[in-house]
């Protein structure tokens, strides 16, 4: 069975062509990033135009690279949500559009099932059951998960995700967008002993997050400075901004493990990417003797492989789980 995925939910446009049998045949993506920097974040209608712009171009590279006739494929999956309207809008329409001309059915896969299946998509994947840290612009979850669609939620961020403290603490230091990549590369060169910063929520029983205040200290600290704040003084606040993050992640992961029993950890999300985080987590796997999934990199931020693979994972447990239903419901 050949699924197609569609990915729009933000600033990523991805197709992707998956075979319940032979594996990821084809994926394109188009990333906005360039288009968004110069407002410093997503423009929500800007996304929704370009989505509409790139997805029958990378429609048809997903095809030619995947050596596949529109005919040949079985189902569609989209994004169904969470995700900005506009952006959703696009690829449940051209998903729709396109199932309906070729006779196909459809399957809407929530944004964060194809984040949490995606490191199954890697050479060496996990067997199930595992634990599962989400960690995107928008969402910071711990989950065990015993299988397709059989997730169990243990904590979640009480305010800003894990992405979008990267990001705003980026934006506090005057770094790009996207601020995750930029604050962790400025991050480097900074002296881990210059600043401590707190880390929220570190010794709760329970599995949450809250990361507002971490920013609110990255504020502080800026504004501690004089208005023309050295490099070396960015990089410091970096460092400890993120060494800061990256312990609470860490900590919350292995108390997950310890508490379950389980000893595999899966990570998923774009700041799965973070160098900082991967180190960190590494070391506590080595430490405490379990093992630490990863995405392959060019699948830890959006893309359409993520959803075409749950839906393929989603159709191959249930058949029936897409249907000619063409109607709007992101
Ligand atoms: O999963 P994703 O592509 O989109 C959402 O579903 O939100 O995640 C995007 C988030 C952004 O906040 C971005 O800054 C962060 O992932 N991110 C990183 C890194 N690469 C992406 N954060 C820290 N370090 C990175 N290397
Ligand atoms: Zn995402």
Redesign the pocket.
């Known amino acids: 069975m050949i699924v197609l995925g569609v990915e729009s939910?933000?600033?990523?446009t991805g197709l992707a062509l998956y075979d319940t049998e032979r594996g990821l045949l084809s994926h394109a993506l188009h990333s906005q990033v360039a288009m968004h920097e110069e407002y410093g974040g997503v423009v929500p209608e800007l996304a929704s135009r370009d989505h509409i712009r790139r997805a029958l171009p990378l429609l048809a590279q997903v095809l030619e690279r995947g050596k596949v006739a529109k005919s040949d494929i079985d189902a569609i999956a989209y994004t169904q949500g969470p995700?900005l309207a506009g952006a959703l809008l696009v690829g449940s329409s051209v998903a729709c559009s396109l199932a309906l001309a070729l006779n196909k059915p459809v399957l809407g896969v929530h944004?964060?099932e194809g984040?949490l299946l995606s490191p199954l998509l890697a050479s060496d994947p996990p067997q199930f059951p595992f634990i599962a840290l989400l960690?995107?612009?928008?969402?910071t979850q711990l989950m065990r998960v015993d299988g397709v669609g059989r997730y169990t939620l243990l904590g979640e961020t009480l305010d800003d995700?894990?992405?979008?403290?990267?990001?705003k603490s980026?934006k506090l230091l005057g770094l790009g967008?996207?601020?995750?990549?930029?604050?962790?590369?400025l991050a480097e060169f900074g002296d881990p002993a210059a600043y401590t910063l707190p880390r929220p929520m570190l010794h709760s029983k329970d599995f949450n997050f809250s990361f507002s205040g971490l920013k609110t200290a990255v504020l502080t600290q800026v504004k501690n400075h004089p208005a023309n704040i050295c490099e070396q003084d960015k990089a410091n606040i970096a460092r400890a901004f993120?060494d800061a993050i990256v312990d609470v992640l860490t900590a919350k992961c292995v108390s997950a493990l310890r508490h379950t029993g389980l000893k595999r950890l899966v990570i998923?999300?774009?700041?799965?990417?973070?160098?900082?985080?991967r180190a960190s987590l590494n070391a506590a796997a080595d430490k405490k003797k379990f093992r630490v999934y990863y995405p392959e990199l060019e699948f830890?931020?959006?893309?359409g492989a993520m959803i075409a693979f749950a839906g393929a994972l989603r159709l191959k447990a249930n058949p029936s789980a897409a249907q000619h239903d063409y109607s709007f419901n992101v």
């Open positions: 939910s933000c600033d990523e995700g944004h964060l984040h960690v995107s612009g928008g969402h995700a894990a992405g979008e403290a990267f990001d980026a967008y996207p601020g995750g990549p930029a604050i962790s590369r993120v998923a999300g774009g700041v799965g990417a973070n160098a900082q985080l830890c931020t959006d893309n």
